[in-house]
Each structure stands twice: as structure tokens, then as C-alpha cells.
């Protein structure tokens, strides 16, 4: 950004010195007009190359292995910028959960984990578990919730649920009530997370079928809702690149994580951020015309916080518990997986969202609060902790407050 402005200046503060060595009966009134504009094109259509150029070469990171991120990730920097009071520990040492990627809750405080091979089942003190349910090779189940003693899961392209009906802590019934959404049309975009509303709706998020445009899909980029048996399917909102996860607070205000575009090139020149939207019905986010904050003209709605470039902000949890101190109570805590398609290192921690509310405007102030390798969900466990779920080092974490 800084060298373009810089390279804009030069172009216009040469042009119009030249200006002055031109005289006026050379180029007549109106040439004076048409000089300037065409100094300030000529500026322009520099800065665009030189843009295009810089996106080109940068390098791009398509997929990092566990190798690339532990490289400068150790296991003593494990949040190691947790504000002092706080702790981390790891959920049942020792055990490595394979390619874990999402954690919810059940009526009775019990945990239900995702993995590779599949749902593990951990007891409220969370240092035993069963196996709920076992596959290979399954697609990743990138969200889970708990209804009604019926475990909801988002697999790509579906919602299925899931009944332990003999209770014996083992699914026995597994029932596809949503299918045919859009997934894997562009990259890894799919539907991904989902949760219960207080209006007993499902809500569900599902990602492009492009970067960042255009979008040929009526339902991808959206948040939608259905009832508990996958019927009614309709869009809530829509204007999102890869809504992420979703999570409602008690006083019934809903909120959504989305990445922002990973492939820049020669048609959008900036590097955008990921975001962080206060979800309202039919209500539109931007995509695929606006990422980030919108132009002052545009009828969509802004983010109440953003997050750096491929930060790839994923789960999301709404802090109301009794064990953090009081000035956390109603904040929000989302994971970011961490930088694929950049040399910088961003994301890869934890960061808690203070909201401040004025009216009807929400804004959000970002701070960072933990680190990890790949963070990809968190919830609020039922004594007020934290659990948090990191798919690289495959171990499952918890984040208490200790008052000194």
C-alpha cells in the first residue's frame, strides 16, 4: 500500500513539473485540462501494475503441514499470552485425538468430539470417553449441536443426525435431513458450522463457489435455517465469501465468522481481512462486492470487527459463564486457523472480541488471548473453562481463570 501512494506521488509531482515547461499556446486551453487527467491515468494505470505485479509474486501457501507451523510454534509458547489468572491445560494428556475438527455439547455437560475416525463421546469430567460413532475416511464434520437428544452434524454438502436411542452412548440411528448444499466448488468451501437459535430454528452456514466472484449460486455465501427435520431450507442472510461458524448469545443476538478471499491476483487489488458480522435476517454482507468495510453508498452491512488477511477466523463462542471475571462476560472468543496463502504469519491463537454497544451499533475491539497451531473450534464449557480444539497438535485444551 505504502510503496503504491508512493509511486502514485512520483508520477503526478513529475508530470506537473513538466507542466510549466509546456506553454499554454502549445497546447491551447483545453490540452491544459486533458494533461492533468492523463498525468493522473497514466499514475493510476502504474499502481495497478505495480500491484498486479506484488500479488504475482507473492508467495502463496495452498497447504502447510504440521511441520511448517511448528516450526516456529513450540509447545512452551502454548498460551503463553494468557492474561495473568489464566491457565492452560490439556484435556486427557496423552490421548491424540486424529484430525479433530469440531466439539459441542450435550444436555448433560457431556462433550461430543469430531475427529478423522470419528465422534468421541467425553463425561462431564472429561477424563473418559466412549466412541460414539467410528468410520474411515469420512469428510470432515466441520460442525456439530446437540437438540433434543439428537446430535446434529454438518458433513459437506449435508446435515445428518445423529440418535443414541438404547443409550448406550453409541449412535444407532443416522438420518440425512439436509442435502445438496454446495461444497468444494471453489477450494474447500462448504457448508460448515451449525447451531440451535432460541426460536428452535437450525442455523447453518454455507461458503461461495468463488473467491471472491462472481457467485452463480442462490444459496451459497449464506446463513440459512430449517426446522429440526431439515424441512423448510431457506436463506436468512446472504453476502458472505465462507461463513465459518455461528453463535447466539442469551439475549438472542447472532453472530458469524467469514474468511476473506485467499486469491487476490489482478482483480482485486488490496489484501482483504476476514471478518466478524452480527448476523440480522435479510440482511446482506457484502460478497461479492465488498470485503471488509463497504463503500459509505452501499446498503450492506459492515463487520463489527475484521481480522487480519488470512487470519481464516473458525470457531466461535459467546463467553457467558461464571468463571471468567466480570469484564468477560459477554465477550466473544474465536479461533483462527492460522495463514495459508501468505508469507506472514497471522492467526494461529485465540483472540477475545470486547463488544461495545451504542444504540443499535455494535462494535467490536479485538484482543489476542491465547496461542495454538491450528485452532479450529472453542465452546464454553459448563463450569465457565474453555475448551479449545487444535487440529494440529490433535489435543483438546482448556483455558480456566485462577483468581490469585
Not at 454482507?285 to 470485503?291: A, R
Request: hydrophobic content about 35%.
Amino acid at each position: 500500500m505504502i510503496s503504491s501512494v508512493i509511486i502514485f506521488t512520483i508520477f503526478i509531482v513529475v508530470g506537473f513539473l513538466t507542466i510549466p515547461k509546456i506553454t499554454i499556446q502549445r497546447l491551447g486551453k483545453v490540452g491544459m485540462i486533458v494533461l492533468p487527467i492523463a498525468l493522473l491515468g497514466i499514475a493510476s494505470i502504474a499502481v495497478y501494475g505495480f500491484n498486479f505485479l506484488e500479488i504475482q509474486l507473492e508467495p502463496k501457501y495452498h497447504g502447510e503441514s504440521s511441520s511448517f507451523t511448528n516450526s516456529w510454534r513450540t509447545q512452551d509458547s502454548l498460551g503463553e499470552i494468557l492474561p495473568p489468572g489464566f491457565q492452560i491445560e490439556t484435556v486427557m494428556p496423552g490421548k491424540e485425538f486424529s484430525s479433530p475438527t469440531s466439539i459441542t455439547l450435550g444436555d448433560n455437560g457431556e462433550v461430543y468430539l469430531a475427529t478423522a475416525k470419528g465422534i468421541f463421546l467425553l463425561d462431564q469430567d472429561l477424563k473418559r470417553f466412549t466412541i460414539f460413532d467410528s468410520y474411515e475416511h469420512q469428510e470432515y464434520i466441520l460442525g456439530m449441536a446437540f437438540n433434543q437428544g439428537s446430535l446434529y452434524v454438518a458433513q459437506e454438502g449435508s446435515i445428518i443426525r445423529l440418535q443414541d436411542t438404547d443409550g448406550d452412548n453409541r449412535k444407532d440411528i443416522s438420518e440425512e435431513i439436509v442435502s445438496g448444499l454446495p461444497h468444494h466448488v471453489y477450494s474447500n468451501h462448504s457448508n460448515n458450522s451449525i447451531t440451535f437459535g432460541p426460536d428452535g430454528l437450525l442455523y447453518l452456514t454455507v461458503g461461495s463457489t468463488s473467491d471472491h466472484g462472481p457467485e452463480e449460486s442462490s444459496i451459497a455465501g449464506s446463513i440459512m435455517t430449517a426446522n429440526r427435520d431439515g424441512s423448510e431450507l431457506s436463506v436468512f442472510a446472504n453476502g458472505f465469501r465462507n461463513p465459518f461458524d455461528l453463535a447466539f448469545c442469551s439475549d438472542g443476538t447472532l453472530f458469524a465468522t467469514d474468511n476473506g478471499p485467499d486469491q487476490p491476483r489482478d482483480t482485486l487489488l488490496y489484501r482483504p481481512p476476514d471478518e466478524l458480522n452480527l448476523i440480522q435476517k435479510g440482511k446482506n454482507y457484502g460478497y461479492p462486492d465488498y470485503f471488509g468495510y463497504p463503500a459509505p453508498w452501499s446498503d450492506t452491512e459492515s463487520p463489527i470487527a475484521i481480522f487480519p488477511m488470512s487470519a481464516t477466523a473458525t470457531g466461535i463462542a459467546c463467553y457467558e459463564g461464571e468463571m471468567f471475571p466480570e469484564e468477560y462476560k459477554g465477550n466473544l472468543f474465536v479461533t483462527q486457523w492460522g495463514s495459508m496463502v501468505i508469507p506472514e504469519q497471522t492467526g494461529h491463537k485465540l483472540v477475545r472480541i470486547e463488544l461495545q454497544r451504542n444504540g443499535d451499533y455494535t462494535t467490536g475491539i479485538v484482543h489476542d488471548f491465547a496461542n495454538f497451531w491450528r485452532p479450529l473450534d472453542v465452546i464454553v464449557y459448563t463450569d465457565g473453562s474453555l475448551l479449545v480444539l487444535d487440529f494440529d497438535s490433535e489435543e483438546l485444551y482448556r483455558i480456566k481463570y485462577k483468581v490469585r
